[in-house]
Structure formats: C-alpha cells, structure tokens
C-alpha cells in the first residue's frame, strides 16, 4: 500500500513498504504555525528519501539535514543549485557547528540526470522556474514532484508574446517527459492561483498529456490573509476548471490529509 500525506504547499509525504519518500519540505512559519514532523513513527532503519525541487524559501527548508542522525538510511536527493549551499553542512572540514552530513548521503542532481539503487528509480527534468522535477519509480509505481515546473503565464499582467514564450517552454518541458514516461500513478502538480487569468493551464495540459492514477494539486497555500488563503484553496480544488469529466475520480482535491494507494 502506497500512503500520501499532505503537509504544505508543496510538501508531501509517500509511506510504501519500501521506503518514505518527502517532498519539498517547508511551511510558512508566520502564518501556519511550525511544521509537524514528517517522520514520526517511521522505523528508526526505514529507508528514507528527502527531495528538494531547488532552493526557493517555499521548497527548502534546512531542517531536513537534521534527520540524517535519527535515520542511518537516509539520502537526500537534491537539485544542484541546493548542492551549492549545503558545502558548510557536507564538508568535514566545515567550521560550521550545526547538524553535518556524509556527502555520500546527498545525491546532487541537475535535469536530465538519472539516480537509481535497490529500492528507487529518479529521473529529473528541467523546471520552468529553477531546480527540477522529479520522476520516481518505487515498487512498479511512478511519481512525478513538479516542483515549480508550470505553466507561469501571468496573463493579466503579460503580453501576448510574454505568455506564447511561457506556454512554450513549459511545454517544450511536458514533451521531454512524455518522451520518457505515458503517465504517472502519482503527480503532484501547482495550481495556483495568485497568477490570476486561466491559472490551470499547466495542470489542463499535464493532465490531458499523460495517464494520471491520482492527481495532487499543490503550491496554493500562500496569500496574504486567511480569505486569500482560502480562496486559493477552493481554486486548486475547482477540478472542473482543468480535468475533463472522465478524469475527475482520480483528482484529490485541496486541502486534504492522507490519501491511501492499494
């Protein structure tokens, strides 16, 4: 059984008999409070992979570095521009005195690389913003982490030729997958609002492109207040604005807790 549970934004965690998987782990500290603990009750000798899409605020958060010493059967697999930061905390001549790592613990990947060992497969593609996206191949069942890979058109305050190059790019992006991979039994994918007019477009394509098992939105908790909050909430989960009728059983719609896969 394949367990997903949702922490934030884009945070998300997989639990398989294999391994536990997390993603993008962050929260906002102002306004929702400190973040739970991902790995609570996890099997001190549970295999565990901590992904991180790039270095943005609302993706990385550096606590993550502090498990290594609770989990001996860590990896981190992260994008190049986060391998750049993290020298002090990987570095046994580092005078920093925080939480260390051994460098063969993080696995530094840039797009188009591949990572693979007994337990996962992890493909990464490029980002329409920085950093990667992720496909992982777990126990016959694949996954893909966007990211910030989207459709970032911001209609409303671009120009015509502003949004054909955003349109363009992303999806010179979903075809360099869809090289790759026909669908995924698991996609985590932004739907956010805040970027006004038509702000579905990237999940109406990625969902029309490949063959979606389940569906996650993400990247929609951030706003200015509690009602831009919520507004964006109901937005992500306004499935019938980016997934045709035949494809909405399998949409999880926002906010949601944990989501069991047989």
């Not at 500290?29 to 270095?55: A, D, K, W």
């Not at 671009?158 to 054909?164: C, I």
Request: charged fraction near 25%.
């Amino acid at each position: 059984m394949i367990k997903t549970i949702y922490i934030f934004h884009d945070c998300f965690v997989v639990k398989t008999p294999e391994a536990v998987l997390v993603f993008d782990f962050w929260k906002d500290p102002y306004q929702h409070g400190p973040l739970p603990n991902p790995l609570m009750n996890v099997e001190r000798y549970m295999p565990v992979y901590v992904f991180v899409s790039h270095g943005h605020k609302d993706h990385y958060n550096p606590e993550i570095f502090g498990w290594a010493k609770h989990f001996p059967n860590i990896r981190y697999i992260v994008s190049k521009d986060v391998r750049k930061r993290i020298n002090h905390i990987i570095s046994a001549g580092s005078s920093y005195k925080g939480d260390k790592v051994e460098p063969s613990k993080v696995i530094a990947m840039s797009d188009h690389d591949h990572y693979e060992d007994d337990i996962i497969s992890v493909d990464t593609f490029p980002s329409t913003d920085i950093g990667n996206s992720y496909a992982v191949t777990i126990a016959g069942r694949t996954l893909f982490h966007a990211g910030d890979l989207n459709a970032w058109i911001w209609k409303d305050e671009s120009t015509e030729e502003e949004v054909k190059e955003a349109l363009d790019s992303f999806n010179a992006i979903v075809d360099m997958i869809a090289a790759s991979y026909e669908g995924f039994d698991i996609c985590f994918f932004p739907v956010d609002s805040r970027i006004g007019t038509d702000y579905f477009t990237g999940a109406r394509i990625f969902l029309e492109r490949f063959k979606i098992g389940n569906f996650f939105p993400m990247h929609y908790e951030l706003g200015d207040d509690v009602a831009s909050i919520a507004r964006r909430h109901r937005d992500a989960g306004a499935i019938e604005h980016y997934a045709s009728p035949a494809c909405r059983h399998y949409i999880m719609s926002a906010p949601y807790s944990a989501y069991a896969i047989i």
